[in-house]
């Protein structure tokens, strides 16, 4: 059964950057669309982008556009986004989220998620 | 953007009873080529990752029990929640998938037990 691994919880510097890893473990993920999302304290979810391994396009919400980069790796299975130029309000779990249905490219719901990864802007 | 736009941020219902929420979208999730309404509703319990228990604004996902059933249509939509269990307690969120992204969520319904 696959599973969506998360690298580990990130205490950054406002102005840095921050890289986080998802890993299908168990299973391939090149003919699913992923995606990443966020839920700041307090707040609720937040998608912040999507990619498509098999014909390596990324869309990223107008709100990250210029400062989150999502890649992917296929040879690992893995998924990654970085983020620019943290602030504070950064401060968020992120997941990563697979849609529900290998092939479906256009309908994003998101069946499996990872279990989110901690990322704390803190001076 | 789409915005999504849930009712009431909170809730809280006795063990048995019918729990309801609301989702309205800032525009008609119904596409008209395939009758098909784009919105899914998420579970969020605190410490673990949300879980998919609707989408086509009404298909229940596989495993999730037949007590949650979700309809509407357009801009409106509702998952109910017909006889709450306790374990039933959490954040609820309703999402549109509908058009190009952003894909955007509700701000959320947090359910508890009376």
């Known amino acids: 059964q696959v599973q969506l691994v998360q690298s580990g919880a990130e205490v950054k510097k406002p102005g840095s950057p921050v890289k986080v890893s998802c890993k299908a473990s168990g299973g391939t993920f090149n003919k699913y669309a992923m995606s990443w999302l966020r839920q700041a304290p307090g707040q609720g979810l937040e998608w912040l982008g999507g990619a498509i391994p098999i014909f390596g396009t990324v869309n990223y919400a107008p709100k990250f556009q210029g400062r989150l980069t999502i890649t992917t790796d296929e040879s690992t299975n893995t998924v990654f986004m970085e983020l620019n130029s943290l602030r504070f309000e950064d401060t968020a779990i992120y997941y990563c989220?697979?849609?529900?249905?290998?092939?479906?490219?256009?309908?994003?719901?998101?069946?499996?998620w990872g279990p989110g990864t901690l990322v704390t802007v803190s001076s | 953007d789409i915005v999504m736009t849930q009712s009431p941020d909170s809730l809280a219902v006795s063990l048995g009873e019918r729990a309801t929420i609301n989702c309205k979208s800032s525009?008609?999730?119904?596409?008209?080529?395939?009758?098909?309404?784009?919105l899914a509703w998420y579970q969020h319990k605190p410490g673990q990752p949300p879980r998919l228990l609707i989408y086509?604004?009404?298909t229940r996902e596989s495993g999730v029990p037949d007590r949650f059933s979700g309809s509407g249509s357009g801009t409106d939509f509702t998952l109910t929640i017909a006889s709450l269990q306790a374990e039933d307690v959490a954040a609820y969120y309703c999402?549109?998938?509908?058009?190009?992204?952003?894909?955007?969520f509700g701000q959320g319904t947090k359910l508890e037990i009376k």
């Open positions: 086509w604004a009404s």
């Open positions: 999402q549109q998938y509908y058009s190009t992204p952003p894909y955007t």
């Open positions: 525009q008609s999730l119904l596409s008209r080529s395939n009758s098909k309404n784009y």
């Open positions: 989220a697979r849609v529900r249905r290998s092939g479906d490219y256009e309908n994003w719901i998101f069946g499996l």
